[in-house]
Each structure stands twice: as structure tokens, then as C-alpha cells.
């Protein structure tokens, strides 16, 4: 199932890059100034890219030398100062020594291995580096930098013979909740003060999954939409697969369902009797705003109750849909209405979607997720809405009204600072939670 739906709505309640720039402003002056901002952004976008290519070769200190030569020859040469004139020679050879460093390739192989694509959060991660000289003669010693997420894995390679190889292990954090990129590995070439330097790459960049920590949960194998490839309930029906008990014919009974040895040992016409069989069609909604949630705390909480909802629900091969709130886009007129869905092809399809949602100021409320989910609801028996503690019950009980009548609504609190508990709000069960362990026992407690 598939949840995309855009409707028009006025500034009013829209956070974007826009409301902050014109607020509720409109007209030619309110674009142009848009115009004038998108423009100074391209450009010093555009701008960056070109200094970091060149600072990939220059150093800060190169730079700063590149300057100093010139000013220092000048200025020697037009006040006869010698100090200055030999200052700026100085400044000359020592950067065309250091162009020297630049010159030549290593020959050699590098190979980067990461064993596990997806771990745990908080689980140990390793990533190995795998060096071979294939070559007849002795390569020497290099310096090997590998970007592990916003850091930088530092390693220093001794010489290695023909022939020969060396690996080296380094660690991968995983302490938060994402996607970390490794790689690509790559060799540095510089001179000794560090005027200049050269990076050749080498591999291709990996990416390490790191999963939210879920929890098993009881299985939600009730319903409340008739399948006949469902789970049996307590309600009994005159026609399903689930045998329940015999009762006495009564007018309106299908003759087919006569129980004729059991008629024929009473001397009463006896029909069988089934149990309804269901099957739960699950929607798992969450809730990306920011204002949504207290702190960072709150919202992995979210993200890990999203995580072992859809992971129970695909164990259990039940239709489950996951959809997060989507974001206006920074220079949008109008706050859009839009939802994203997840894979809940596989628990680890489901939860690689999940390593990479992230909160934003601009991301719709629960309130909103609900309106553009409601309205697409078609078989979905029960629906869960995960959120953080300032999400009141007002706003829960507005999402929930957008559901059609007979779709079940639970609402998952995610409040450290609350007492775990359950609770009925105009027909909305609002559960309560403070650590994840707590989600299984107030499920259990609302299943009953």
C-alpha cells in the first residue's frame, strides 16, 4: 500500500526556509527576495566545490606560504631589506621541494572489507584494510586515510616487500542510529612540513546499516476484517473454514453445512457452526516533526517501537504498512501534505529505511499524518501512531478521527520522563512508555 497525498493549504503553520525568510508574504517582492537567496546559495555552492579541489592539494599553510614568497621578494627587492629577500627564496624552494612529493604513484593494491553491512546499535563493528604489492620491488611506507562517518580513520603502513600483504582493522562506531559511510580508502602523499598533499582513491565507499535496537512483542493475530486466510476469533459465523461447534438447523441456514451423522444419531437437522477468521492489516505511522518530540532520546524510542512493530508484523506474514510524515520543502508556498512509505518487503528492508529517517522541522505532525493516511485506509484494521511527550491527547484524538469507523487507533506515547500505563480516550487507546522493555508489557496489557 502506498500513501501519497498533496492538498493546498495556506502559510499558516508552515516552518520552512521560506515562512523564515518573507513569513506570510506574498506577491512579486516576496519571489524576487526567494529568487535572490536560491541564487546565493547555487553560487556558494558552486564556490565551495571549486576551493575544496584545490585545498585537496594545498594546504592551509601552503597558502599561507604562497603568499608570503611573493610579498617577501617584493618588498626586500623595493627597501633593501636582504632578511626579507631571503625569507622569500626560502619560502620558494622549500614549495618546490614540496612539488617533488607530488611526483610518482605507489604501486600497489587496496582492498577495503567491511564483514557486516548491518549491526545493531551499539553493537561492535569492524571495517579491515587489505595492502599487496604485487610488484618485484619493496613499497614504501604510506599513509592510509579511511572516512568512517563525520571522522577520519588514520593509518600508518610500514614498507612492505614483493609480493607481500598487510591488513589492519579499524573500528566503526555505531553508538548512534544512521548510516555510516566508509570509505573510499585512500593513499596521501605530502611533503614533510605539510605545504602540499595528494590523495589517490582506491576503493569505492561502503555503507554500514545501523539498525534501531528492537524488541520481541506479542503477535497481533487479531483483526478485524473477515479472511478466510486469517487467524480464528471468538466471533462465530455460520460460514468460515474454522470449525467452532454443532448447533440445531434454524431457517436461513445453508443446507450444505448439515451435519448429517450428527442429524441422524438426534433425529434434529444439526448444522455446523464457525469461528470468524481474520486477518490484522497493520499501518504504522511516525511522526518525523521535531517539535513532536522533548529530546533525541524520545524520538530513537519512536523509531525503535516503529522497528518491532513492522518486524513482528512481517514475521508473523501480516499486511503492514509503515509510512513516516514528509517534509515541505524549504521554499514551498504552501505546506505539503505527504507521507513516505517504507519496504516492509523484509525486517531488514524495513529497518534500512529506518537507519535513515531523520527528524526536521518541517516534517508534518501526527495530526497531519493521520489526515493523509486516513483517507487511504482501505483495509486497514489497526493503526499505530508513535510520537513523542508534547504530542497532547487533543492532537491524539484529532488524528484519530481522520480513520474511518472500525479501524482500530493506538497511539504510542514515547515519554521517559511518564509512568508506563495504558489509558481510553473517545475511543483512542493512548499507550504510554518510557523504555522499550515497557512497550511489550503495555501491548500484552492492550491486547487483553
Known sequence: MRFDARFSQGTRGLTNARTKIVGNRTGALADAIIAIVRASRSINTRLGRVASRISAVVTPLGWAIAIVVPVALMAGYGL????????????LVLMLIAGLYLIGRNTISIELRVPHSRVVVGERAVGEV???NPLRRRALGMTVEIPVGAGVAEIALPGIRSGMSYSHEFVIPTVHRGIVAVGPVRTVRADPVGLVRRE??????AEIFVHPRTIAIPSMSTGFIRDLEGNPTRDLSNSDVSFHALREYAAGDERRYIHWKSTAKTGTYMVRQFEETRRSQLLIALSLSTAEYASAEEFELAVSVVGSLGARAIRDARNVSVVVSDKTPDFAKRKVFAVKSLSTLTRSRLLDDLAAVEQADAALTITDVGRVVGSQTAGVSVAFLVCGS????TDLRAASTKFPLGVEVVAVVCDPESTPGLRRVSGLSVLTIGYLEDFHKSLSRAAA
Open 200 to 205: 589517490l582513491v582506491w576503493t569505492d565507499v
Open 80 to 91: 633593501g631589506w636582504v632578511e626579507l629577500v631571503v625569507i622569500g627564496f626560502a619560502g
Open 130 to 132: 587489505a595492502v599487496t
Open 390 to 393: 508534547p504530542v497532547s491527547a
